[in-house]
């Protein structure tokens, strides 16, 4: 059975989906949320809730939530090299394509990167173009800017882009 929540953000309302094991999806929504009820207490919905919270007030900087999004093996590959960039960190589309094995893969490599259903706890923001400027992100592209200032404020990382 799958269970959708609401979760309230800074940069906007975000759905959750999940089932009893795993996060599906965590996704960012306009108005559905207000003609939507909230599912029962959830042990995936209440702890992706409580790391949010950590994340946005800047103490939690790798998310430890069950993960399990449907993709081909590849997407699955590219999400889970996602999950390796460090907090507050960037790396470029031909880093990513590098970092998966082969450089010519770049354009899958984006592809299967804007095919993410799990935004922030799956770092898709914290890929950016090769001339280190803001592109593609679902969520649009001043979500991608508020979290990486966001990373950058609380973190080690280098924020390079601009």
């Known amino acids: 059975m799958l269970y959708t929540s609401f979760y309230h953000s800074p940069v906007g309302v975000l759905r959750i989906k999940c089932d009893a094991i795993h996060l599906t999806a965590l996704e960012f929504v306009e108005d559905e949320y207000q003609n939507t009820k909230d599912f029962e207490a959830s042990p995936i919905r209440d702890n ?16 430890t939530i069950p993960l399990q999004q449907q993709g081909t093996d590849f997407q699955n590959r590219v999400w889970n090299k996602l999950c390796d960039i460090p907090y507050s960190d ?3 589309y031909l880093e990513l394509a590098k970092r998966l094995g082969d450089p010519k893969c770049i354009r ?6 804007g095919k993410n ?5 799956v770092p898709c923001h914290r890929v950016i173009g090769s001339n280190n400027k803001l592109v593609g992100y679902a969520g649009g592209l ?5 979290l990486l200032e966001h ?7 280098a924020l390079r882009l601009f």
């Open 90 to 92: 960037t790396i470029t």
């Open 48 to 63: 992706c809730r409580k790391q949010l919270d950590e994340y946005f007030k800047g103490s939690l900087q790798q998310f």
């Open 142 to 146: 001043w979500r991608k800017q508020w």
């Open 108 to 113: 899958a490599a984006g592809t299967a990167n």
């Open 117 to 121: 259903n799990i935004a922030i706890i």
């Open 151 to 157: 990373e950058a404020k609380f973190g080690k990382g």
